[in-house]
């Protein structure tokens, strides 16, 4: 079946760096992205999301960027501080799967101080 | 508000034994949802609902029960535990099918 995936499982950035995680998703129908954060022992927090009609969108130092033609989204952390470190799931639905959420597996961002 | 909540946060059981997960919200959420996340994995979808009443099955439900009786609460049976369904599971709630998600804290089960 149609997955999401993440190029890289680990990152680890500089304090006050800004970090850019990736993911790539198969679905060519699936027209809504979420970024959630999740810390050790807690449940995954919202982030961000991007709905396809548009190619980026930006919150509080995290700007989504979506590229529909090679299907890939990345977050972008400006100023990546300690308490940023958590795992990073991508996940993204379409209409035809009754907008049910397909999630990556996650990317491991380490701030480093 | 509390958002959603899970209980217990911890369980440990043997195979063959049942026990109910605990999950409810405050936020009057009609689309609730049972996820189980595996170590380097993301999370696979139970069951979910769509508001009380109605259930379905998500990509993996064998040997999960859920019912909806009331909007505020989503439990997650287990009928005969397996040492496969040694997981983290999360309950999550959201306006709409397709908003975001709310997440509870999780609980992590272990069988034996």
């Known amino acids: 079946g149609e997955s999401v995936g993440l190029h890289l499982p680990t990152l680890s950035v500089q304090e006050g760096d800004n970090s850019i995680i990736n993911c790539a998703y198969s679905?060519?129908?699936?027209?809504?992205f979420i970024w959630y954060k999740q810390e050790s022992g807690k449940g995954p927090q919202f982030i961000i999301d991007?709905?396809?009609?548009?190619d980026k969108r930006q919150g509080q130092r995290v700007t989504v960027l979506l590229n529909k033609t090679v299907k890939h989204l990345s977050l972008q952390i400006a100023a990546t501080q300690p308490g940023d470190s958590a795992v990073y799931f991508c996940?993204?639905?379409?209409?035809?799967?009754?907008?049910?959420?397909?999630f990556g597996s996650g990317t491991q961002l380490t701030v480093l101080p | 508000n509390a958002g959603v909540t899970q209980t217990p946060k911890f369980q440990v059981l043997k195979t063959g034994q049942s026990m109910t997960l605990q999950c409810a919200q405050d936020?009057?959420?009609?689309?609730m949802s049972w996820y189980r996340q595996d170590p380097g994995m993301g999370l696979r979808l139970i069951h979910y609902?769509?508001?009380?009443?109605?259930?379905d099955q998500g990509e993996v439900p064998n040997g999960y029960n859920v019912s909806r009786s009331t909007t505020e609460d989503f439990p997650l049976r287990l009928l005969s535990a397996a040492p496969s369904q040694t997981s983290v599971y999360f309950c999550?709630?959201?306006?709409?099918?397709?908003?975001?998600?709310?997440f509870g804290p999780g609980t992590r089960l272990t069988v034996l």
């Open positions: 999550a709630s959201s306006y709409l099918r397709e908003n975001e998600q709310f």
């Open positions: 679905n060519s129908a699936s027209d809504y």
């Open positions: 996940a993204e639905s379409d209409s035809g799967s009754a907008r049910q959420l397909t």
């Open positions: 936020m009057n959420h009609e689309y």
């Open positions: 991007i709905r396809s009609n548009m």
């Open positions: 609902s769509v508001g009380a009443g109605i259930t």
